[in-house]
């Protein structure tokens, strides 16, 4: 028993660890079609978007544990093709959003809607196909600069690619590396940046052109230059395309133009509004607002004084 529990441990906790990672989740998804206990409908409908991808939480429960509930009757609503942002203390359940969007996990109680159709009526794939997620910290494969970013659509030629990377202000790096798109990355490659990571996950989310965009914590190791930099040029994408677009930020100047604050506390939503619209209210998320601004100036202030 104990020869057989180790490995199946040990299984156990990079399969935890890979259901953590929406893009591994997407990797694994994709590329071996490895089924979970997420079931499908046997007449499950493929994803349609006839409003460009309206997302609404309705009366949302979900824990990771029965007796724990992360998210208490959750209700809130994402319009089609504007830029939201979900903020909160940490730990509140921001990412876990995401997971229960993509069927990483199935919610206790209420329902998820993508234009009006319930996700656990639709076909898992085309689902999982509409949504693109730049995660917090981006897997790369063992493989060329070129292939990574390619990932994000194998069809793509290589000018693409390059006009993908241009666009999340990685070309000029690649260009410096010894083989350029065909420098290796990974274990036995050139070992790089967590910010040359999060943007060559940028290159392959823009390149993949989904409908659905998530962006969670994915500019969070970039100096403060190069993300507002990114973060125009994301903003230009969007706007262009018209995209749905969610931000998961702790750093509240990479979205205080967002067309839609949803500010999360202990698993429900407590405010919403732009940002003109929270700052008037002087609830938590001016409290949220006021500490980085402070912390800004004065380095040693606390801001992690509101945590879930
Ligand atoms: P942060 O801002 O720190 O990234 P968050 O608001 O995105 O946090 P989540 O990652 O959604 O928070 O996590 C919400 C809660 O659920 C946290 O208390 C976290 O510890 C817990 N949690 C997250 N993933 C799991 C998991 N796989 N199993 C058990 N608990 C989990």
Redesign the pocket.
Known sequence: VFQLSVPLNFLGSVY?EL??SLLDMETLFNLQKVNVSIKEKPDAKPLALPKGGEIRFDNVTF???PD?P?LRNLTVTIPAGKKVA?V????????????LLFRS?EVDAGRIFVDDQDIRDVQIESLRRAIGVVP?DTPLFNDTVEHNIRYGNLDAPPEQVIAAAKRAHIHEKITTWRDGYQTKVGERGLMISGGEKQRLAVSRLILKDPPLLFF??ATSALDTHTEQALMQNINSILRDKARTSVF?A?RLRTIYDADLIIV?RE?SVVETGNHRELMERNGLYADLWMAQEISSLIPDFPTTSVI?
Do not use: A, F, W
């Open positions: 935890r259901r953590q824990g990771y544990y724990q992360i979900v909160g203390p940490s730990g509140c359940g921001k990412s876990t959003l995401l997971r996990y917090q969670d914590e998961v702790h999360l698993g879930c």
